[in-house]
């Protein structure tokens, strides 16, 4: 299902990748469990914080609980308003994320969802992410013709492997760990 997802997402940038470099960038699966169990005083803690995920595409099933929130940033002239959205769960459906590895492949024209966690004062919550992401001697960087259109790169290429490092050896502060090329 990931793979299809991909191909569809790198298709619609009118960008042609082959199997083998495909593979790569979802070469890597990791499957979580994360449990948030009930908190009398939510508002003084955090499920899980802000962050966006390294990877490639993850696909989150979810209880019925709630307390995904996904920010959402709305830009007027000169002035950014940003909020927090929570995503309400569906029955039987999954949350797909965009991560900060296509964000870089497709220079930006993807965005990785930056999103939290919150923990609630009426039931616990469960979550199950499947995170996909480049193997970690994969080199990640804007694909050229989205580069060229864009008007140059917006991320620098490095190997997978260095951007995991800086990703686990700082603490999340929303997408601040995204690698720029200026």
Known sequence: MVRR????????????????????????KNVNI?????????????????????????VLLQDNAG?????????KLDSRKEEWIEIPPIPSALVINVGD????????????AEHRVRTSSKQSR????????P????????LPHLAELGGGALYREVIFQEYM?????HTPEGKKRLILSK
């Not at 590895?101 to 990785?112: A, D, M, P, Q, T």
């Open 165 to 169: 490092d800086n990703f686990f050896g």
């Open 135 to 142: 193997r970690p001697t994969e080199k990640i960087g804007p």
């Open 67 to 75: 307390g995904l929130y996904i920010k959402v940033e709305e830009y």
């Open 5 to 28: 997802l991909l191909e569809i997402l790198i298709a619609n940038l009118r960008v042609t990748l082959d199997d083998s470099r495909l593979e790569s960038l979802i070469g890597m």
């Open 101 to 112: 590895s296509l964000e870089i492949l497709s220079n930006r024209r993807y965005k990785s």
């Open 34 to 58: 994360n449990f948030y169990p009930i908190c009398r005083n939510p508002e003084l803690t955090v499920g899980a914080g802000r962050h966006s995920d390294m990877g490639t595409l993850t």
């Open 126 to 133: 469960v979550s199950i992410p499947v995170f996909t992401a």
